[in-house]
């Protein structure tokens, strides 16, 4: 019984991690978009806030979600992506599985 608890132990550790490390792709994608005008322009869009509310809009797990979710949306901005990074593109998708559902904007 206690290697069990310990193999769900390491399962939790390395969930985390790659939880942490689907969310520090997904903010390198944000910063990406962020120097490309057009496309950060048609993000913007697509989510319904502005440029001053994305910095806290970071700090959701579901935000970083769907920034993955706007690049796998778009193959052009995807593939440009995974070549700056010098990445799969899969590894988009698997950053956006790790990190779990789609974030979704309060509306007041």
Same mark, same amino acid.
């Given at each position: 019984?206690?290697?069990?608890?310990?193999?769900?132990? =390491? +399962?939790?550790?390395?969930?985390?991690?790659?939880?942490?490390?689907?969310?520090?792709?997904?903010? =390198?994608? +944000?910063?990406? +978009?962020?120097?490309?005008?057009?496309?950060?322009?048609?993000?913007?869009?697509? =989510?319904?806030?502005?440029?001053?509310?994305?910095?806290?809009?970071?700090?959701?797990?579901?935000?970083?979600?769907?920034?993955?979710?706007?690049?796998?949306?778009?193959?052009?901005?995807?593939?440009?992506?995974?070549?700056?990074?010098?990445?799969?593109?899969?590894?988009?998708?698997?950053a956006r599985?790790?990190?779990?559902?789609?974030?979704?904007?309060?509306?007041?």
């Amino acid at each position: 019984m206690k290697s069990g608890k310990k193999s769900g132990q =390491t +399962l939790d550790k390395r969930d985390g991690a790659r939880r942490e490390a689907a969310e520090a792709l997904a903010v =390198t994608a +944000l910063a990406y +978009l962020a120097s490309e005008p057009e496309s950060l322009g048609g993000f913007l869009a697509a =989510t319904g806030i502005g440029p001053d509310q994305i910095r806290n809009a970071a700090r959701d797990r579901s935000f970083l979600s769907g920034v993955l979710d706007y690049f796998s949306s778009d193959e052009a901005l995807l593939i440009a992506f995974a070549k700056h990074q010098d990445i799969d593109p899969a590894e988009i998708e698997r950053a956006r599985a790790a990190l779990g559902g789609v974030w979704e904007r309060d509306v007041p």
